[in-house]
C-alpha cells in the first residue's frame, strides 16, 4: 500500500491530456494561455492533445499540421503537440490521418459518443488494440468508461507488448463525471496494470487552463488501491 506519509501532489510535472480553446466545448483559452498557467504552477511540460475533427465542434485537421510549426517552449514549460483522436469504428479507425499523425509528438486514442457507437466487450477491446498499433499512439486515453466495456486484461498485455500507456483520468473519476462506472472500472485497470507491471500516466483532462496538472481524484485511487508509485509515469 501507497504509504500515509506520501506527499500530496499539488501539481503534475507533466500534463499529457489537456486541451485548448481549439477542441471547443466552450473552452476559451489559448495554448500561450495554458503555458502560462503551467509556468506559474511550476510544471515542466505539458501535452496539447485537442480533440480530432470528428468531435462536435472539434479541430480542424488544419489546425493539426500546423502544430509542427509550433514553439517547443513558452514560458519556460516544454510543450509536446498530439491529438486525442477518435476511434471511429470496431476497426480502430482514427478521425486523423497518417500523414497528419506522423508528424505530431504523439496521440492519445479514446472512444467518445456518439462517434463510436460501442458495442460487446471483444468488440471493443479489439478496436482499441487495433488502435494502438498506429506507431504514433502513445497513451489509452480514459477506458474506464462503462459504456464501452473491455477485457483490461487482455487490453493492458497489448499496450504494454505495444509500449503504449494507459492512463488514469481525472475527469472520469470527479463527483460529477458523465462517464458510466468510471471508479470500478479504473480499479480494474490499475489491477490489470500492476499485475502485468504496465506504467501508467496520471491525467488532468483539463479542457483549458484550469484544472492543468490536478489529479486528486486519480491519486485517491492509487492510494485507495495500493497501486505501485513506481509505474506512475509522470509523479513529480
Same mark, same amino acid.
Given at each position: 500500500?501507497?504509504?500515509?506519509?506520501?506527499?500530496?501532489i499539488s501539481?503534475?510535472?507533466e500534463?499529457w491530456?489537456?486541451h485548448?480553446?481549439?477542441s !471547443?466545448?466552450g473552452?476559451?483559452? *489559448?495554448?500561450?494561455d495554458?503555458?502560462?498557467?503551467?509556468? +506559474?504552477?511550476?510544471m +515542466? =511540460?505539458?501535452?496539447?492533445?485537442?480533440?480530432?475533427?470528428?468531435?462536435? !465542434?472539434?479541430?480542424?485537421?488544419?489546425?493539426f499540421r500546423? =502544430?509542427p %510549426?509550433?514553439?517547443?517552449r513558452?514560458?519556460?514549460?516544454?510543450l509536446?503537440?498530439?491529438?486525442?483522436?477518435n476511434?471511429?469504428d !470496431?476497426n480502430?479507425?482514427?478521425d486523423?490521418?497518417?500523414?497528419? &499523425?506522423?508528424? =505530431?509528438?504523439?496521440?492519445?486514442?479514446?472512444?467518445?459518443?456518439?462517434i463510436?457507437?460501442g458495442s460487446?466487450?471483444?468488440?471493443?477491446?479489439?478496436?482499441?488494440i487495433?488502435?494502438?498499433?498506429?506507431?504514433?499512439?502513445?497513451?489509452?486515453?480514459?477506458?474506464?468508461d !462503462?459504456?464501452f466495456s473491455?477485457?483490461?486484461?487482455?487490453l493492458?498485455?497489448a499496450?504494454?507488448?505495444?509500449?503504449?500507456?494507459?492512463?488514469?483520468?481525472?475527469?472520469?473519476l470527479s463527483?460529477?463525471?458523465?462517464? &458510466?462506472?468510471?471508479r470500478?472500472n479504473?480499479?480494474?485497470?490499475?489491477?490489470?496494470?500492476?499485475?502485468?507491471?504496465c506504467?501508467?500516466? %496520471?491525467? *488532468?483532462?483539463?479542457h483549458?487552463?484550469?484544472?492543468?496538472?490536478e489529479?486528486?481524484?486519480?491519486?485517491?485511487?492509487? +492510494?485507495?488501491?495500493?497501486f505501485?508509485?513506481?509505474?506512475i509515469k509522470n509523479?513529480?
Open positions: 500500500m501507497m504509504p500515509s506519509s506520501t506527499p500530496p501539481y503534475l510535472s500534463d491530456h489537456v485548448s480553446i481549439a !471547443g466545448h473552452t476559451l483559452d *489559448s495554448i500561450t495554458i503555458a502560462r498557467e503551467a509556468a +506559474k504552477r511550476g +515542466k =511540460l505539458i501535452g496539447i492533445s485537442d480533440h480530432g475533427p470528428a468531435t462536435l !465542434g472539434g479541430t480542424a485537421l488544419s489546425y500546423s =502544430l %510549426l509550433c514553439e517547443p513558452r514560458f519556460g514549460v516544454e509536446r503537440y498530439g491529438a486525442e483522436a476511434i471511429l !470496431g480502430g479507425s482514427l486523423i490521418p497518417d500523414e497528419i &499523425l506522423e508528424k =505530431l509528438d504523439y496521440c492519445i486514442v479514446s472512444m467518445h459518443r456518439p463510436y457507437k460487446e466487450s471483444t468488440v471493443n477491446t479489439h478496436a482499441y487495433q488502435a494502438m498499433s498506429h506507431p504514433k499512439v502513445k497513451i489509452l486515453g480514459h477506458c474506464d !462503462g459504456r473491455v477485457d483490461y486484461d487482455e493492458v498485455r499496450a504494454t507488448a505495444m509500449g503504449v500507456t494507459p492512463e488514469l483520468n481525472n475527469v472520469s463527483p460529477d463525471s458523465y462517464r &458510466l462506472n468510471c470500478a479504473a480499479t480494474r485497470l490499475l489491477e490489470a496494470c500492476a499485475k502485468y507491471n506504467p501508467i500516466l %496520471l491525467s *488532468s483532462d483539463s483549458g487552463r484550469k484544472h492543468i496538472g489529479v486528486a481524484y486519480a491519486m485517491e485511487l492509487v +492510494k485507495e488501491t495500493g505501485p508509485l513506481t509505474l509523479l513529480p
